[in-house]
């Protein structure tokens, strides 16, 4: 018997094409898998350096601590050499930097930024300004060295 469909042109490229339509599908969800799996690699691997950089700045707070506890205990020494005024002054100034030693090996690297955080959003221009001087010295310093 004669099938009423076979004269109806294009019936059978509407089966191609929807076959085609599906290879696609495929391919784009095998590809979107693909990539989403390369993404994951990368999440890790940043994870993973961000870690370790986190891990080598925490290995330096003893060190940093230490060095301003040194200086602090020199200052404090030579301190009682010189005039009640400059011997204030270098109390102070070696009071604060046993607080910044202290605060240095109480707190992690995440701590501290929240708190660095914390006091530029509370006083945004003296931190701005703060940031300038220190621009200008890290700048005269590394002139200095290629001089």
């Given amino acids: 018997m004669h099938d009423p469909n076979d004269n109806i042109p294009g019936l059978?490229?509407?089966d191609?094409?929807?076959n085609s339509t599906a290879r696609i599908k495929d391919q784009?969800?095998?590809t979107a898998e693909e990539i989403k799996g390369t993404a994951r690699d990368v999440k890790e691997q940043l994870g993973a350096s961000?870690?370790?950089?986190?891990d080598q700045i925490n290995a330096q707070r003893e060190p940093a601590a230490k060095t301003l506890e040194s200086a602090a205990r020199r200052l404090h020494e030579g301190g009682e050499r010189v005039s009640a005024a400059a011997s204030r002054a270098a109390g102070t100034t070696a009071d604060k930097l046993q607080t910044t030693a202290d605060y240095?090996?109480?707190n992690d690297i995440s701590t501290m930024m929240d708190d660095v955080q914390d006091i530029v959003r509370r006083h945004?221009?003296?931190a701005l300004a703060v940031a300038a001087a220190a621009g200008l010295l890290v700048g005269k310093a590394i002139r200095g060295r290629k001089s």
């Fill in 124 to 126: 945004p221009g003296v």
């Fill in 16 to 18: 191609e094409g929807t």
């Fill in 12 to 14: 059978d490229s509407c």
């Fill in 104 to 106: 240095i090996r109480e």
């Fill in 50 to 54: 961000g870690k370790r950089t986190v």
């Fill in 28 to 30: 784009a969800a095998a």
